[in-house]
């Protein structure tokens, strides 16, 4: 009479080879669908790349020439940045109990328990 450990052994040494041949076989199979997708991209690229170089060509040679631009008389001084307009909040109570019970939502206590000292906007 077998047992079962005799029984599975009877079975891993009968099935190595089917096992061994369904594993290269399916990664040999991905490996080769994943280098044809490669190729095809590749191709693709190519093929598409030369299609707008074509059409940049073709769009070159039908626009006009540019005419020279007119001589600067002197370097212009560049503007200062313009100053960030502060916005003034209407309802800032709104806004505070908001903020104040996203955090607690977040931090997962109640409003009461949580305490903010001061909320800085930044851009």
Same mark, same amino acid.
């Given at each position: ?48 790349k030369g299609t707008n170089a074509? $059409?940049? !060509? ?10 020279? @631009? =007119?001589?600067? #008389? &002197?370097? +212009? ?5 313009? $100053?960030? !307009? ?10 505070? @109990? =908001?903020?104040? #019970? &996203?955090? +607690? ?19």
């Amino acid at each position: 009479m077998l047992t079962n450990m005799s029984l599975w052994a009877m079975a891993a040494a009968t099935t190595d080879l089917p096992f061994l041949t369904v594993f290269v076989l399916g990664f040999g199979t991905v490996f080769v669908g994943l280098l044809a997708l490669i190729l095809i991209i590749t191709l693709l690229g190519k093929i598409l790349k030369g299609t707008n170089a074509k $059409e940049a !060509a073709k769009a070159a040679t039908a626009a006009p020439a540019p005419q020279a @631009a =007119a001589p600067v #008389a &002197a370097a +212009a001084e560049p503007e200062p940045a313009p $100053e960030p !307009a502060v916005e003034e909040i209407e309802d800032r109570e709104s806004m505070v @109990a =908001a903020i104040s #019970a &996203a955090i +607690a939502t977040v931090m997962g206590e109640d409003v009461s328990g949580i305490r903010i000292l001061s909320i800085t906007r930044i851009d």
